[in-house]
């Protein structure tokens, strides 16, 4: 399974991105699925969870800046990421597992079989 993501760059605090990640012959948005995110010297933390039915969670620091979606049709997940801070440079992963639901783990690097490379996010001040 290869989960690509793409949609990284350098922004401006305040600005926006959005991110990308597709399935290559692997139906993510039938799955749970997420993204992750790993500044430097730090852990890889959850940033936010879609499910099959396209129920969402979200880390707190995301404070209703970012949004996760899918389309169906073309296989991808997305994060819209909107008032970025410097805080939120990282490389951010996309992850998926095999079932439906996400539940109370999701956010945990253990519950996801199928990671993506990442795509780097820098935010300047």
């Known amino acids: 399974v290869q989960l690509v993501e793409s949609g990284g760059g350098s922004v401006q605090a305040g600005g926006s991105l959005r991110l990308s990640c597709v399935g290559d012959?692997?139906?993510?948005?039938?799955?749970?699925m997420a993204w992750f995110r790993r500044a430097p010297g730090n852990e890889r933390e959850a940033v936010a969870a879609?499910?099959?039915?396209?129920?969402?969670s979200y880390a707190d620091f995301v404070q209703g800046r970012f949004t996760i979606s899918k389309d169906e049709a073309k296989n991808t997940m997305y994060l819209q990421m909107t008032s970025l801070k410097p805080e939120d440079t990282a490389m951010y992963y996309c992850?998926?597992?095999?079932?439906?639901?996400?539940?109370?783990?999701?956010?945990?690097?253990?519950?996801?079989?199928?990671w993506g490379h990442g795509t780097e996010v820098t935010v300047s001040s």
């Open positions: 879609i499910d099959h039915d396209a129920r969402t």
């Open positions: 012959d692997y139906p993510i948005t039938t799955y749970c």
């Open positions: 992850a998926s597992d095999r079932r439906f639901w996400c539940g109370g783990g999701w956010d945990s690097t253990g519950a996801y079989d199928y």
